[in-house]
């Protein structure tokens, strides 16, 4: 785009009202947030229709979100009441290395880093000298997670997540934001008006003929976009060339057992198929490439696939994974499906959502929009993304699979640069990095690496001072302190009935 067809900004127009468009889990947790922290002060208004579904499925989430809801104050067993929700302690992918092998990537940390060196170098030190046992035996969350146990541990010492009805939550972050003051208007938005002299966003129009102005448009509006693609004409960069995944099935069933303090994630010929247990029901889906299989076989897999009483019909949803080549123009913010999609693998949609309204609150442009706060915003949440990007291409990636023409062209696809430089500086040297504000922590990504099926060539020379009986000292020690903890927890089923039971059913 020219510089002359961009938007212009307005130097100094305060910003005290905030139109919200579509709701979801999207909008309503931009309007509990802008709500709790400056509801005082701005006119908030969210346009949401009852005709107009939600995509709904997000429903497994990654620990950022306690910091959200310590930001809003809100009380945890009051809502995971209210959502049905369960505790989560990481995923369980099972066929992604090669079918009928699995591993855990956990929330938790693993071991103890000396200053030179992570643990995993100690820990390649002592599987060379048959003194390790798996990675995973000396992480809390990880062991825990395998034996179906849970509890809240003193000074946070459990890393945890919540598995949750997305649809319940929606609904109680309502109430909430209404509390402080949000106005939900009920309607569908037929119209989308400019300010001819500066491009920005003057109103919208209902399809009751009502006209919402406003100084600021979230666009929640999901895939359609509405604000930020259709109006405001910001081009979409496609990565279904990285992702190949396009297309998924939904469907609840009743609970047949106890449920898991993890989500499983199953790989298949052509995608793969999540199973979230929630207090109430099971959250199911398959993910997939369309070029592959098509939606009614993906039916016949995913109904074969399941346990448990089928609830609802089949949600099919199409997807194009990618970001908005700008989250933020004029005076309008995308925030959830409108700004970008990276399929649910690893559970980090509303962390998005999440970031992109703290974001906006750390940014919020009270005294006027200004340009430098767009160029920054943007920059920001395209770094955020790309580096979770890279993080789910590891996962189709770095396979030994060759069943199917889907993991050969996965196995073999070009790959962005960035994330081959993970994968070579761990291949070679056994060492991760991690950019400032990322998201997956380096134990994230050794869990996926390692796997995935990736084993450094060397470790750290560090790990060769201990001797024998010094590693092995060191590394019992940890594994043991592990096992104890575990012991010592309750069944997951069990403390989530205590501690917050959901009267709804």
């Known amino acids: 785009m020219n510089m002359a067809d961009q938007p212009q900004v307005p130097d100094g127009k305060p910003v005290r009202r905030v139109v919200i468009a ?83 990537h956990s929330f938790g940390l693993t071991g103890k880093d000396h200053w030179t060196a992570g643990f995993q170098h ?32 003193p000074r946070n010492g459990m890393n945890y997540a919540f598995h949750m009805d997305a649809t319940r939550y929606a609904a109680y972050l309502r109430t909430f934001s209404e509390g402080y003051g949000v106005q939900r208007i009920e309607g569908k938005i037929n119209a989308v008006h400019l300010d001819e002299a500066t491009g920005h966003i003057h109103s919208l129009t209902l399809d009751s003929g009502a006209a919402i102005e406003g100084d600021l448009f979230i666009d929640c509006t999901g895939f359609r976009a509405l604000l930020i693609g259709e109006a405001l004409k910001v081009p979409y960069e496609n990565w279904t060339h990285w992702l190949p995944c396009d297309s998924a099935l939904a469907v609840q069933t009743a609970s047949v057992g106890e449920a898991v303090p993890y989500t499983r994630s199953i790989a298949h010929d052509a995608g793969w198929q999540w199973r979230i247990p929630l207090q109430h029901r099971v959250g199911n889906g398959m ?27 089949p949600r099919l949803l199409k997807f194009q994974p990618g970001q908005r080549r700008e989250v933020w123009r004029a005076n309008c913010v995308a925030i959830g499906l409108s700004s970008g999609f990276i399929e649910p693998l690893e559970s980090t949609s ?150 917050c039971e959901s009267p709804v059913k």
């Open 287 to 313: 993910v997939y490439c369309s070029r592959y299989m098509s939606d009614e076989r993906a039916k016949e897999l995913l109904l074969s696939k399941i346990e448990g009483e089928v609830l609802t019909k």
């Open 122 to 153: 100690f820990w390649l030190k002592g599987r060379q000298r048959q003194l390790a046992g798996d990675y995973g035996d000396y992480c809390l969350e990880l062991r825990a997670a395998q034996q179906n146990r849970f509890a809240h541990l």
């Open 350 to 499: 509303i962390h998005l959502i999440q970031r992109g309204t703290i974001r906006l609150m750390q940014m919020f442009p009270a005294l006027g929009i200004r340009q430098s706060d767009i160029d920054e915003y943007n920059q920001q949440a395209q770094n955020e993304i790309e580096h979770i990007r890279d993080f789910v291409v590891l996962h189709y990636h770095v396979t030994n699979r060759d069943d199917s023409d889907f993991w050969r062209e996965c196995r073999t696809m070009a790959i962005p640069p960035s994330l081959q430089h993970r994968i070579n500086l761990f291949r070679e040297t056994g060492r991760v990095f991690r950019f400032q504000n990322e998201l997956f922590a380096e134990n994230s990504w050794i869990q996926v690496m390692l796997g995935q099926g990736i084993t450094p060539q060397q470790h750290h020379q560090v790990a060769d001072l201990m001797g024998d009986r010094e590693l092995s000292g060191f590394l019992d020690s940890i594994r043991q302190s592990v096992d104890r903890t575990v012991a010592q927890l309750p069944s997951h089923q069990a403390y989530v009935k205590q501690y």
């Open 22 to 104: 579509g709701g979801g889990t999207a909008g309503w947790m931009v309007a509990a947030c802008l709500s709790k922290t400056m509801g005082k002060i701005l006119d908030i208004k969210l346009i949401e229709s009852d005709e107009i579904g939600t995509v709904g499925v997000g429903e497994a989430t990654i620990p950022t979100l306690l910091t959200f809801h310590q930001l809003l104050d809100l009380n945890e067993r009051e809502f995971m009441a209210a959502t049905s929700a369960t505790f989560k302690l990481g995923i369980s992918f099972e066929n992604w290395r090669n079918v009928g092998e699995d591993y855990i």
